[in-house]
């Protein structure tokens, strides 16, 4: 592809500051487009990204000994080492944007080719891109999914990094991509990061907002205008979808009216174009959705509340690409569910052991109180925080597991490169403050696990919530690379291992 190409791209977004080295940027063809200058190739256009660990700037010479045969950064270019004469340095105003746009020119606008469906929100947004991929597949339609669990096109599954791919990776896999629709869960970094720049969505939907990302985002009120961003990125004749049951869902329902954008709402209220009612929340909930003053109704295989929200909005959503009605709800029969979110395993005694992804006060809530309206005789929830990140939400975190079990183990999470010793006085200052003596700290999170194993009874619900799927970045004291390894392996060898270090001990 021509620079040119790219360069006008730039150009036509404003965020072009010069072109330093005066050069016929006509006669430059570009064979590829990285912003890791290990990965650079000959002919390569380099975008230098000031990030959060390094200064892409400091790897020009590095990509330019590589063959880059030009660059874009958002230095001055006297700041710049490494640059040779007949390549090209382009200044932009924002390098990652700048990225997200050569990437979209580059793979030759791939959201133009497929229907594209964002899914933003704190919570829900892996659960709700599943339910609606099961609806559409169910309904033969072939969908590619990008997301936390991994990035899943053309029947095949790719390790993913982050819940929202890079801005190259993301243009590369759409353009790759054979399905007639792709689900991409959009966090609030991607949007602040611009990994999502220059795409335009046939549907966006709003899950919910609540408290998380604000060592991130500073205040909801930021955190909200994040995510908002994405409504203002539909195509001329696309639908945003919106679940309206938090304040900042109908909020987000008011301002997009307001400036003209048509937005479908549900939720619980007769207001919304999917009004859900009639739930009966049992462990295979049951509810309705009316809309154009038809009923439909609706059994999902999996138990929550907050299911039953992420299920009206998938099917909101299906609604846009299927008119059978009945077509979507036996889509939602047959949801296969989603690993690590709310994945029920059983103890020999009948206790239940739950392993979820909840990583914030509301999904606590939300997992713990369907155990209690589903009648657990005892909630016991081990958990921890990954470390480094959001330190503000942990306390409601905890105060909200003492609100609603009878038995809180708190343990370590992702240390994420925090030194044990501090997380584990972190630990015991939280389970002094916030737990009502309810709680007890065992760090090792194997032993924590086997502590809840040992002491189960039938009827008791236990939840271990925060890794949900997720592989352990340190080794524990059991042989277990999961919460759901150690279950397996307490569960097949449950005589031989031997008493875990406990609270007094470690
Ligand atoms: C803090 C953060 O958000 N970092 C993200 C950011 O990294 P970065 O670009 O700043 O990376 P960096 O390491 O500083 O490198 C800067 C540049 O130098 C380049 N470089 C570096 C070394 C070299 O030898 N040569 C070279 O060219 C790098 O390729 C890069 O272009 O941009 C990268 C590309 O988009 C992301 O992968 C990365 O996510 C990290 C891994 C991360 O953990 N992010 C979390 C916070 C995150 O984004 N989470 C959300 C989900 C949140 C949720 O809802 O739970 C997500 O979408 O995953
Ligand atoms: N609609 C919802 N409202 C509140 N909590 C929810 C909702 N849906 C799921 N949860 C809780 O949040 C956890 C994470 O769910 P899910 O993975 O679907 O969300 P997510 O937005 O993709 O999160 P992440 O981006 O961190 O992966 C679940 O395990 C559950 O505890």
């Given at each position: 592809m021509r620079l040119r190409n790219v360069w006008n791209a730039l150009r036509n977004r404003?965020?072009?500051?010069?072109?330093?080295?005066?050069?016929?940027?006509?006669?430059?063809?570009?064979?590829?487009?990285?912003?890791?200058?290990?990965?650079?190739?000959?002919?390569?256009?380099?975008?230098?990204?000031?990030?959060?660990?390094?200064?892409?700037?400091?790897?020009?010479?590095?990509?330019?000994?590589?063959?880059?045969?030009?660059?874009?950064?958002?230095?001055?270019?006297?700041e710049i080492k490494g640059l040779q004469e007949g390549v090209p340095y382009i200044q932009a105003a924002n390098s990652r944007e700048a990225l997200a746009l050569a990437a979209s020119r580059f793979y030759?606008?791939?959201?133009?080719?497929?229907?594209?469906?964002?899914?933003?929100?704190?919570?829900?947004?892996?659960t709700t891109s599943f339910l609606l991929r099961d609806i559409l597949e169910q309904a033969g339609i072939s969908c590619s999914l990008f997301g936390t669990i991994a990035n899943f096109l053309n029947g095949e599954e790719r390790k993913a990094a982050n819940t929202t791919p890079d801005a190259l990776q993301l243009n590369r896999m759409?353009?790759?991509?054979?399905?007639?629709?792709?689900?991409?869960?959009?966090?609030?970094?991607?949007i602040e990061q611009y990994r999502v720049e220059g795409i335009q969505f046939d549907i966006a939907l709003f899950t919910n907002l609540s408290k998380?990302?604000?060592?991130?985002?500073?205040?909801?009120?930021?955190?909200f205008s994040v995510k908002r961003k994405l409504f203002n990125q539909l195509k001329p004749d696309g639908k945003a979808i919106i679940f309206t049951d938090t304040d900042w869902g109908k909020r987000l329902v008011q301002e997009l009216g307001d400036e003209g954008i048509p937005a479908v709402s549900a939720g619980r209220g007769e207001e919304n174009d999917f009004w859900l009612k009639n739930i009966q929340a049992d462990e295979e909930p049951v509810f309705t959705l009316r809309h154009d003053?038809?009923?439909?109704?609706?059994?999902?295989?999996?138990?929550?509340?907050?299911?039953?929200?992420?299920?009206?909005?998938?099917?909101?959503?299906?609604?846009?690409?299927?008119?059978?009605?009945?077509?979507?709800?036996?889509?939602?029969?047959?949801?296969?569910?989603?690993?690590?979110?709310?994945?029920?395993?059983?103890?020999?005694?009948?206790?239940?052991?739950?392993?979820?992804?909840?990583?914030t006060a509301d999904a606590v809530q939300y997992c713990l109180s369907t155990a209690r309206r589903l009648g657990a005789k005892r909630i016991i929830h081990v958990f921890g925080f990954?470390?480094?990140?959001?330190?503000?939400?942990?306390?409601?975190?905890?105060?909200?597991?003492?609100?609603?079990?009878?038995?809180?183990?708190?343990?370590?999470?992702?240390?994420?490169?925090?030194?044990?010793?501090?997380?584990?006085?972190?630990?015991?200052?939280?389970?002094?403050?916030?737990?009502?003596?309810?709680?007890?700290?065992?760090?090792?999170?194997?032993?924590?696990?086997?502590?809840?194993?040992?002491?189960?009874?039938?009827?008791?619900?236990?939840f271990i919530t925060g890794k949900g799927p997720e592989t352990y970045k340190t080794p524990f004291f059991m042989p277990a690379d999961s919460d759901k390894a150690a279950l397996q392996l307490l569960n097949k060898e449950h005589d031989s291992i031997k008493p875990a270090k406990t609270a007094d001990s470690y």
């Open positions: 404003n965020i072009l500051l010069r072109q330093t080295i005066d050069i016929d940027i006509d006669a430059i063809t570009m064979s590829g487009l990285e912003s890791n200058s290990s990965k650079v190739e000959e002919g390569f256009l380099f975008v230098a990204i000031s990030g959060y660990k390094h200064d892409g700037h400091d790897f020009i010479e590095d990509a330019v000994n590589r063959g880059a045969a030009a660059v874009i950064g958002e230095k001055d270019e006297a030759e606008r791939p959201d133009r080719k497929r229907t594209i469906i964002g899914i933003t929100g704190t919570n829900g947004k892996t759409m353009a790759e991509s054979n399905d007639e629709v792709i689900i991409l869960e959009v966090s609030s970094h991607a998380e990302h604000l060592d991130y985002h500073g205040s909801m009120e930021e955190y003053e038809n009923d439909y109704m609706v059994s999902l295989p999996i138990p929550g509340i907050h299911n039953v929200y992420n299920a009206a909005l998938a099917f909101a959503a299906a609604k846009e690409l299927i008119a059978d009605s009945s077509t979507i709800a036996s889509g939602l029969e047959g949801f296969k569910g989603v690993p690590g979110r709310f994945e029920m395993l059983r103890h020999p005694c009948g206790a239940r052991f739950i392993i979820d992804y909840a990583h990954r470390g480094n990140r959001d330190t503000g939400k942990r306390g409601t975190m905890v105060a909200s597991s003492a609100k609603y079990s009878d038995q809180l183990i708190l343990t370590f999470d992702d240390l994420n490169g925090i030194d044990p010793a501090e997380m584990e006085a972190e630990l015991h200052t939280l389970n002094n403050q916030e737990s009502g003596g309810k709680g007890i700290v065992i760090c090792d999170r194997t032993s924590a696990i086997k502590h809840a194993w040992d002491h189960a009874r039938e009827g008791d619900w236990i």
